[in-house]
């Protein structure tokens, strides 16, 4: 049954809706990387309006969902594998780069989080009703805000121990200053710089390349993105 454009199955559950919903977010998502590749392109703020199109096609309804997206492992991979392709637009990865680090370095919130911070202000605001306040734009705003810093706390929590270390591990010791940064923007060669991907060994390591050396001194170096940073002369 579909009502108010959520679809139920027979067991009153939202399986059906994310078997529904998540392809025309592909679909949308798919369309719209045509218009973002990695070296040329719009800009990091372009990026993110990309992703509130995308978002807001797969968040719909979220309040009402939230709890059956946590139990449903299929719908839940589902969500990942969209946002992961949504983050490496953004971030101008490769799609060999780790789920954890092309999320942190895009500042994307895991979708799962999103759907669980939009019940807790939607339960609160129907508490609020119920007992006859109207709560204004600027109240809701609020409560939203301080939803969204237990997202951010476990975010930040789940990405301890989880792979990408090398950019999660830049990130995390200004891991709030970096999700609601105001300025600076990441570019193709900063990503790779956070990844350690690209001209840093990698394409020697996928084939690409006949030599790991490093591009920018002489010496028979290997090249990496951490030997780039600290070490390499060309760069003092």
Known sequence: MKYLGLHLDSRWCFEEHFDQILPRAERAAAALDHLLPNLVGPSEWVRRLYKGVVRSMSMYGSPV???????SR???????RLQRVMAIRIARGYRTISYEAVMTL?????????????????????????????????????MRRQSQQGVLAKWKEHLEGKGGQRAVGAVNPSFDEWVNRGRGRL??????????????????????????????????????????????SAWE
């Open 187 to 232: 570019t193709y060669r900063v990503t790779q710089v956070f990844s350690g991907y690209g001209c840093f060994g990698h394409l020697h390591r996928i084939g690409k390349e006949v030599t790991d050396g490093c591009h920018h001194c002489e010496g028979g170096h290997r090249g990496s993105a951490q030997r780039i940073l600290a070490e390499c």
């Open 106 to 142: 895009a500042s994307l919130t895991l979708f799962e989080l999103l759907a669980e911070r939009d019940t807790q202000v939607y339960g609160r605001l129907r508490e609020l009703r119920r007992g006859g306040a109207i709560p204004s734009a600027s109240e809701v705003e609020v």
């Open 74 to 80: 299929r719908g839940l991979t589902k969500l990942r």
């Open 65 to 71: 969902w939230a709890g059956d997206l946590v139990a």
